[in-house]
């Protein structure tokens, strides 16, 4: 009988023993994460998020982006200032309205014509003829600091 | 003597030497603070762009002779043609993988040309300019004009 109960105590302390965590798998990937992250870092941060919906054109250029306006014109919308204006079918059916949507919410916005460049977000298959009437609006409305902003591609 | 030297027999090594256990708390702590900062300062995507400078509003009713035009690149769905004035300098038809740019940048190298107008014709989706531009930026043209339909001088490209 005494002998049973020591062999009882023994197996609760087994029980009781701390878990161990296996922390190496774990140590590895977060390794590999640090790396990727310091990889792709920017100390610049990014001044201005890809408009979704859109695919921007690629380009060798290395110019780098100033904060402004924003134009995004995507493949059915317009918008100035993320604001929806008008559809981009528009621009083709009816210019002359299109222009004066486009001119309306230029003048609409908080900033000064001169004092921020426009950025113009198109997407890579939009008919240039469209960005072209964009372009002479702002012109129009006193904005003729405009930037293209394009997808830089790594070569 | 004996006694002590049966007891080792008996063990493990590993009992015998003691295994060195690491503490990774430090580390994952680190890594805690590290990780979250780094993905707010990563950049997914690199953006670039080219910078116009539009001609006022007066510009629109300005419209420049053809024969006055310097070095002209048409882009239109047919492909690339190269003219100074009214004559034709080169054509480089659309090939199967997209224009071509590649002759486009050998020739504005051996022309060296001091201005140039990018004309673009309907219905040239905007990759394809914008293909043009590097172009003309990889042959070392600094000055870069975008025409209208008109003929009018739309907009000058900074280099």
Same mark, same amino acid.
């Given at each position: ?42 100390? *610049? ?9 859109? *695919? ?27 604001? *929806? ?10 210019? *002359? ?59 | ?159």
């Amino acid at each position: 009988m005494n002998t049973q109960r020591g062999s009882l105590i023994k197996n609760k302390t087994a029980k009781a023993a701390p878990a161990r965590l296996q922390l190496t798998s774990l140590v590895d990937m977060m390794v590999i994460l640090v790396v990727f992250l310091l990889k792709s870092f920017s100390v *610049e941060g990014q001044l201005v998020t890809p408009a979704a919906g859109l *695919e921007l054109p690629n380009s060798s250029s290395r110019t780098l982006l100033e904060a402004g306006l924003m134009i995004e014109v995507g493949p059915r919308l317009v918008r100035v200032d993320g604001r *929806e204006i008008l559809a981009t079918s528009d621009l083709s059916a009816d210019e *002359e309205a299109a222009a004066a949507k486009l001119s309306a919410a230029l003048a609409g916005t908080q900033i000064r014509p001169g004092s921020t460049p426009v950025l113009v977000q198109a997407d890579r298959g939009l008919d240039y003829n469209h960005l072209s009437r964009i372009l002479r609006a702002c012109a129009v409305a006193g904005w003729t600091d405009v930037t293209l902003v394009v997808l830089e591609v790594q070569s | 003597m004996q006694t002590c030297t049966s007891s080792l027999r008996g063990r493990r090594p590993s009992a015998v030497a003691g295994v060195a256990e690491l503490d990774v708390t430090p580390v994952m702590n680190m890594f805690i603070i590290l990780i979250p900062f780094l993905i707010s300062m990563t950049a997914f995507t690199h953006l670039a762009s080219h910078e116009f400078s539009l001609p006022g509003d007066e510009a629109a009713d300005h419209v420049t002779e053809r024969s006055e035009l310097p070095l002209t690149v048409a882009v239109g769905t047919e492909g690339l043609l190269v003219a100074q004035g009214e004559v034709v300098v080169a054509e480089f038809p659309r090939q199967a993988s997209g224009l071509d740019l590649a002759g486009l940048t050998a020739l504005l190298q051996s022309q060296n040309p001091e201005r140039l107008i990018i004309a673009v014709d309907s219905p040239v989706v905007t990759a394809d300019v914008v293909a043009c531009l590097d172009a003309c930026a990889a042959a070392g043209c600094q000055d870069v004009g975008l025409a209208a339909g008109t003929g009018v001088v739309l907009s000058e490209v900074s280099p």
